[in-house]
């Protein structure tokens, strides 16, 4: 675990993939934004501690900030008592938000001379303005980042008000104050800004925290979550619910709200539904927030409900929670009737929770049953050779780059895979696994300088994810998360061997993983550890393995493939399935193809989950999300 750990602190190294904030020249992500709001008032001409003045030191910071950003990433600045030695409208667009021009940006900067008064409830206001709305409805990421050394000192309009106010109304809006050497109501201002506008608060104490937090905030505005799907808009009853064809979909939910669907099934197939929520990282929850999933037939006919919490009240972080209807044999259940079945996500918010509407994206897929006669191969309920104990690789661990959602998740194979990760981001990848196959992995978050004085904690966690974007349960054999505190910190997490006969075993360590094809891994750091590690990104290494030979089909008795991911790696460490599995099982599983077109994306559904009881009672299960 050392040398991994060791390796993973030392740098970022090459990077792989498309949005690598901290290597410019990569594209940026659709129809996110970001605007700098620099406070220019009298008060940052003050020594900062080290003989410069706070103006120069935020100059040197954004200046590290758009360095780090993505080539083209639309970028503004606004600056606010910068023009008059007093005024309560002195604030302006230096640069506006377009593609990025690091050299202008930081031009427009060095001309930044520290004057007047601090309106910051206007230059939000002005800010908002600013960011180009997403085209065509899309969702993204649009960001305004607010440096500030003191409280507002004019009054109206008020920040907090303000600030809330931009976080109901604006479409993916987020903002992020970093108080520069703040204390006392300067400090509380900021923090009310950030929870009222779905976004975080960063503290600077000095010029090095600064440019930190700077850049932190702002690859966080980059590394927003990649959307795909279809819009929707799901009704508020169930009487006059959407209806949905197999695809995937993108919808927004409020707090303590429903949406309807409806989808028409035959008797026979199975058909699942997951809903993924995505929160602005770090926003305001509380533990006991959640999202919940239902299957309904009828008037009074609940099929099957699934509910995830965050179970930790650090900060927002994306919620995936996945129901499905399968037919029993006999077929004599109310719920094994073909006709008519209503989809419902469900939102539930404590008091002071973030009041943005969250962005919902949903799958919707359909599974053929087996061919007559087949008969499938037993369940397989125990870990086995993938348990905590199993022997994971070692080595030199290869640099790779988490993607940013389901839609964007990293493919690994067998082997030590190395990455950085910030405060309150998620990471994700996706391990191919066949028939008869399991997933086992570690997650080692690194030994990390610290700030001094850290006193807080702060967690590592992660969540795997079947086919259908299912979550699994660790049992009683997996925890999926870790305190992290700046020292080396481990989590162990995996799966149960693949087979068609699990859907019909109770736990929901076992009942999801009941197909063959696309596995996923979510990885989260929590917010907190922004006020413990000195460099801005935190190093993390998985240790991933594939265990068990791959069987040609479901089937009792199926051949083995001839490849064994758990030892049969090819020479860059990748699973042997990876070049040859196309996620679809063998096994009558139907590809879902959403319509070509904006936001549109082909998707290939390859399991679902049993989610009640062979004796036919509706059942809940309740599991943490990373």
């Not at 699994?472 to 870790?482: L, N, P, R």
């Not at 993983?513 to 891994?521: A, N, Q, S």
């Not at 935190?538 to 030892?567: F, M, N, Q, W």
Request: charged share 25%.
């Amino acid at each position: 675990m050392a040398g991994g750990l060791s390796a993973a602190a030392a740098g970022p190294g090459a990077r792989e993939g498309h949005r690598a904030a901290a290597a410019p020249g990569t594209a940026a992500p659709d129809d996110s934004s970001l605007v700098m709001v620099l406070d220019s008032s009298g008060s940052m001409a003050d020594d900062d501690g080290t003989g410069r003045t706070r103006i120069e030191t935020a100059r040197e910071a954004v200046g590290t900030v758009v360095d780090g950003l993505p080539d083209r990433y639309p970028t503004g600045l606004r600056v606010y008592g910068a023009d008059r030695s007093g005024g309560c409208t002195d604030t302006r667009l230096l640069r506006p938000v377009q593609p990025l021009d690091r050299a202008a940006v930081k031009q427009a900067v060095a001309g930044v001379r520290p004057r007047g008064d601090t309106p910051i409830g206007l230059s939000l206001q002005k800010a908002a303005e600013d960011l180009p709305g997403p085209a065509d409805g899309a969702m993204a990421t649009r960001t305004i980042l607010l440096i500030s050394d003191g409280e507002d000192n004019c009054g109206t309009p008020q920040p907090c008000e303000v600030a809330e106010q931009l976080g109901k109304d604006g479409a993916g809006l987020r903002i992020d104050p970093v108080g520069f050497q703040v204390k006392g109501r300067a400090r509380e201002q900021l923090e009310c800004i950030a929870a009222a506008g779905n976004g975080r608060y960063y503290d600077a104490p000095d010029a090095k925290a600064l440019a930190r937090q700077l850049q932190r905030a702002s690859q966080l505005s980059a590394d927003g979550y990649r959307f795909r799907g279809k819009r929707v808009e799901g009704a508020a009853t169930g009487e006059r619910a959407t209806l949905l064809a197999p695809g995937q979909y993108l919808d927004t939910i409020g707090p303590g709200e429903k949406r309807y669907y409806a989808v028409d099934l035959d008797a026979v197939s199975t058909a699942d539904f997951s809903a993924t929520a995505v929160p602005q990282p770090g926003a305001a929850v509380d533990t006991f927030d959640a999202l919940r999933t239902s299957v309904e037939y009828g008037t009074d006919s609940s099929c099957a409900t699934n509910t995830e919490r965050f179970y930790q009240k650090e900060g927002a972080t994306p919620l995936t929670s996945a129901v499905a209807r399968i037919p029993a044999p006999e077929g004599m259940r109310v719920c094994d009737r073909a006709g008519r079945y209503r989809l419902v996500v469900e939102r539930e918010s404590r008091k002071g929770s973030d009041a943005a509407r969250w962005p919902l994206e949903l799958v919707h897929g359909v599974e053929s049953p087996l061919k007559k006669g087949v008969t499938p191969a037993a369940s397989e309920p125990e870990y086995g050779v993938g348990g905590r104990s199993a022997a994971l690789p070692s080595g030199d661990p290869r640099d790779v780059r988490g993607g940013t959602g389901f839609n964007d998740a990293k493919e690994l194979g067998r082997g030590l895979w190395r990455d950085r990760i910030l405060p309150s981001q998620t990471l994700w990848y996706r391990v191919p696994v066949g028939w008869g196959q399991q997933v086992r992995y570690d997650v080692e978050f690194a030994n990390e300088p610290t700030v001094e004085q850290a006193s807080s904690y702060s967690y590592g966690a992660t969540q795997l994810f079947a086919p259908g974007r299912f979550p699994v349960g660790g049992g009683g054999e997996f925890t999926s998360t870790a305190v992290y505190s700046g020292r080396p910190a481990a989590i162990r997490m995996g799966s149960v061997p693949v087979s068609w006969a699990n859907r019909y075993e109770y736990r929901p360590t076992v009942q999801p993983v009941h197909t063959g094809g696309e596995f996923y891994i979510s990885v989260t750091l929590g917010a907190r550890a922004a006020e413990i590690a000195e460099n801005p990104q935190i190093g993390l290494v998985l240790r991933v393995s594939v265990l068990g030979d791959e069987r040609a089909g479901p089937e009792h008795g199926a051949p083995a493939l001839g490849r064994k991911t758990g030892d049969g790696a090819d020479k860059r460490g990748n699973s042997p399935s990876i070049a040859d599995s196309d996620g679809t099982g063998g096994a009558g599983w139907t590809g879902i193809a959403a319509a070509a077109g904006a936001g549109a994306v082909v998707v290939v559904i390859a399991g679902l989950v049993f989610v009640r009881s062979r004796r036919g009672v509706a059942t809940q299960t309740t599991r943490g999300s990373a």
